[in-house]
């Protein structure tokens, strides 16, 4: 797997031009100092002229355009190279995540994967458009600069390699404290997208209960523990990177020793104890970025390997079968199934839904319904036992090809901050307007939908909040039928709704039981369940009961006493 995805991150050929290009700017940086060392020269030793000067101010010129053309072109180039790298990646992700199984998508937080898309991206896109070549320039710079050094003095050339050699150990110190500070900030960051998630997800919802506030305490407390381990992380890291400066600027004075004993023995002249001075100067600024972008890198490869956790998960089963059913019965034989090892939701279910008939779930809240739901989709794979789609295993068939014969309609609706009509054509992308049209207006939302102030073209809002809960419920009911799928899925589709609405969800059920389908119904309200062609009763993982309304009241088990309470409820 690592192998696979390897390619994704490496850089491509505009992205290793423009380090190239980085770092012969760097070069050009240093010949700076030739030119100053010749200008020098001739003023002590009394030869200068105007003539002279001008030569020397063009050659910095020269120096000054070809750097400023250099890093034009370069750095533009390591923006837009490192961009198609981490381009590659968010595509990567995204194509990832559509084959991470639900099981293991749904252990993870959120913030995990929010964060491994977004922010360990662009900051692993630091590495790659800046990082990288400014490592590569500014070591490629001091070793240059410290060659030159040893040609004058070399003493000082022997000290600027020192300073140089102390890099490493300083840098062994920072990264043990990376690794430990920058995991545990990482963490913490994705605990606080969890969290912001969560609040802005939930907010109707807890200000509707006036948790608002105690919830906006657990989001504060993730953002302070957050700020806190950025602060441990700056604070156990900077004092090796002063240490390290420190012993830069002791180099510096022993080798302004080392050069005044060399100028009162002439052993070099003033213009070069005057170009030695500047170099360790300009060197001892070098050397920090050099350190604080080592730092980074390391503190950044963290990201990187934050998003090979994304490529290495397992993923759903790859299978060329089709499924290619001739009949659409759906039969569970002694299934078992637990989303927490040891506590088992279902067990030992065995039963058969028929093709073309209404068949209904019922039961307690937890005790398996969804679940059972779930299995049918493949979302899950069952622990034990076997699920058949017209008499074939689906277990070996993968989850995109048992999906493209089903259409869900949940009880939480997702919607996208598009068009209606495009909401609409999510369910079947080759679909004519018309088609949509029709499609919506047996779902019984095509006269709330023309009422709108773009008809079809109007945008909803981010998860269609610009709707009621059953104009937005006819939507999805709307999808199934646009969809035309064999095997129909209906989980809870007029709970939370009021009468007219569910009034109105509730005929254009009626509209898409018309045509021969594999209906499955997971209802609380049993006046919808009754109709059914069978009804299975789950109850503690275990199909308790299964028969029609009539016979599974004459067994005066399970059923009849939910069918008594609701009475009495409705009573």
Do not use: W
Request: glycine content about 6%; hydrophobic content about 45%.
């Amino acid at each position: 797997m690592k192998m696979q995805y390897a390619e994704i991150f490496r850089p491509g050929r505009k992205l290793k031009l423009a380090i190239a290009g980085v770092v012969l700017e760097g070069f050009l940086t240093g010949l700076n100092f030739l030119v100053l060392l010749r200008l020098l020269n001739l003023i002590f030793d009394g030869g200068i002229d105007f003539g002279d000067v001008l030569q020397s101010v063009v050659y910095l010129a020269v120096i000054y355009v070809l750097r400023l053309v250099l890093y034009a072109v370069a750095y533009t180039g390591s923006q837009t190279g490192g961009a198609e790298v981490t381009r590659r990646i968010r595509i990567s992700i995204g194509d990832k995540l559509k084959k991470i199984p639900l099981g293991i998508f749904t252990e993870n937080r959120t913030g995990f994967y929010i964060n491994a898309a977004t922010s360990e991206t662009a900051d692993y896109e630091q590495i790659l458009t800046h990082k990288l070549a400014d490592i590569i320039k500014f070591a490629a710079l001091i070793m240059m600069l410290a060659l030159y050094a040893c040609t004058l003095h070399p003493g000082v050339g022997a000290v600027i390699f020192l300073t140089l050699i102390l890099l490493i150990p300083a840098m062994l110190f920072s990264i043990r404290q990376v690794n430990q500070y920058g995991k545990a900030k990482n963490l913490a960051r994705e605990e606080n997208v969890s969290a912001i998630t969560e609040y802005l997800t939930g907010s109707q919802t807890l200000r509707s209960y006036a948790l608002a506030g105690t919830k906006n305490v657990s989001l504060t407390e993730a953002m302070r523990k957050y700020s806190e381990i950025s602060f441990q992380y700056e604070k156990a890291v900077l004092p090796i990177g002063f240490a390290y400066v420190f012993l830069v600027y002791i180099g510096i004075a022993a080798s302004l020793l080392l050069m005044a004993n060399a100028l009162q023995a002439q052993r070099i002249t003033a213009a070069e104890l005057i170009i030695l001075m500047m170099m360790l100067l300009f060197m001892a600024k070098v050397e920090m970025s050099l350190y604080i972008s080592l730092v980074a890198y390391r503190n950044l490869l963290i990201s990187r390997k934050k998003i090979e956790g994304i490529f290495e998960e397992k993923e759903e089963l790859k299978s060329e079968k089709h499924l290619n059913a001739k009949t659409y019965d759906i039969e569970f034989q002694d299934v078992d199934f637990s989303y927490v090892e040891g506590e088992k939701v279902l067990d030992g279910v065995s039963c058969t839904i028929r093709e073309n008939q209404l068949t209904a779930i019922v039961g307690d809240s937890g005790s398996g319904k969804s679940t059972i739901f779930n299995l049918i989709s493949k979302y899950y794979e069952p622990e034990h036992g076997t699920i058949r789609i017209g008499g074939k295993d689906i277990r070996d068939i993968s989850t995109e090809e048992v999906l493209r014969c089903i259409s869900m309609v949940d009880q939480e609706v997702f919607l996208f901050n598009d068009t209606v009509l495009s909401n609409i054509r999510y369910a079947r992308e080759d679909a004519s307007d018309e088609q949509v049209i029709q499609a919506c207006k047996q779902a019984n939302c095509h006269d709330f939908i023309s009422q709108l102030e773009n008809g079809y073209d109007t945008v909803i809002g981010e998860n269609g909040n610009r709707l009621s809960g059953g104009e937005r419920q006819r939507l999805s009911i709307a999808r199934a039928i646009l969809r035309n799928s064999p095997i129909i899925l209906l989980d809870e589709v007029t709970a939370s709704l009021d009468i007219e609405n569910e009034l109105l969800v509730k005929r254009a059920i009626q509209n898409l039981l018309k045509t021969k389908r594999t209906v499955i119904l997971i209802a609380h309200t049993m006046s919808i369940v009754e109709n059914a062609d069978s009804i299975l009763v789950v109850d503690h993982g275990k199909i308790a009961e299964c028969g029609t309304h009539v016979q599974l009241l004459q067994q005066n088990g399970k059923y009849a006493q939910m069918c008594r309470a609701s009475q009495v409820l409705q009573g």
